[in-house]
């Protein structure tokens, strides 16, 4: 069974703007439950912003935190950022954590010293979940590669976002193979525009081969869909959301 989550950063209108909540998310988690999302990954700020009486709430609800979705940085300015990001995984009970890297290769030394020492704030059995992201170091799946090679503690892992090209996800898992434990699902199509997965059957489908391929058997997020940084009205966003976590559901049959 494939695990599909619902990342609550689709449903957020302020996700590039002011980044403060516009909405509370327990009170959609009935709604991810019957659903039949798995889990949440949590942007923070609904978290970290959000009013004591729903941080008790998403406490205590019940509703499974797979991935915490954190935008700490690794610089050393960031390190009040992740000690809070840690104080709130473990409050929550999270699995594990996304986080991304910084823009410059030439401070390598600086992120990496920063992440271990966060990852001793961590859980021991969780996720340490690198997005693999353009406009940071890890975009280059050669240059990740090098850098998932110095990892020894297997809680390092890696996100990379489906469906990309056939080539560009088949390079990364020709890369970097079993590291990849979490995929962030979003479409978008040739005006840039985030697009449900229905809409490109065949890129969708072309995605699934690769992934039979490489019998990928980690986690997903439907992290982006159809109408975000346009109408941004939640309904029609969520019910985008899990048109798409049963479009890619009924295609993983390998």
């Not at 954190?70 to 104080?87: L, P, T």
């Not at 489908?205 to 490489?214: F, R, S, T, V």
Request: glycine share 6%; hydrophobic share 35%.
């Amino acid at each position: 069974m494939y695990q599909i989550n619902i990342g609550t950063v689709l449903l957020e209108k302020n996700r590039w703007g002011s980044r403060l909540p516009s909405f509370r998310v327990s009170e959609w988690i009935d709604r991810f439950h019957a659903d039949r999302f798995d889990g949440i990954e949590l942007w923070e700020n609904h978290a970290m912003l959000c009013e004591e009486e729903e941080l008790e709430l998403l406490r205590k609800y019940g509703a499974p935190i797979e991935v915490f979705n954190s935008y700490a940085s690794f610089d050393e300015e960031g390190a009040a950022h992740r000690q809070a990001a840690a104080k709130l995984i473990r409050a929550l009970s999270a699995r594990g954590v996304k986080y991304n890297l910084g823009k410059q290769a030439s401070d390598m030394e600086t992120y990496l010293c920063n992440l271990y020492r966060w990852a001793e704030q961590l859980p021991e059995d969780f996720r340490l979940l690198c997005e693999c992201h353009p406009g940071t170091v890890m975009e280059d799946p050669a240059f990740a590669e090098q850098v998932f090679r110095q990892f020894r503690d297997t809680r390092f892992q890696a996100i990379v976002h489906f469906p990309s090209t056939p080539e560009q996800l088949d390079e990364w898992f020709g890369r970097l193979g079993g590291t990849i434990s979490h995929i962030h699902v979003q479409l978008r199509n040739t005006q840039n525009a985030c697009v449900k997965l229905e809409s490109n059957p065949e890129r969708v489908d072309q995605g699934i081969e690769i992934l039979a391929k490489y019998n990928y058997r980690g986690t997903f997020t439907i992290e982006f869909t159809e109408g975000v940084s346009s109408h941004e009205n939640k309904e029609e966003l969520y019910h985008a959301a899990v048109a798409d976590s049963r479009y890619l559901r009924s295609l993983l049959t390998y």
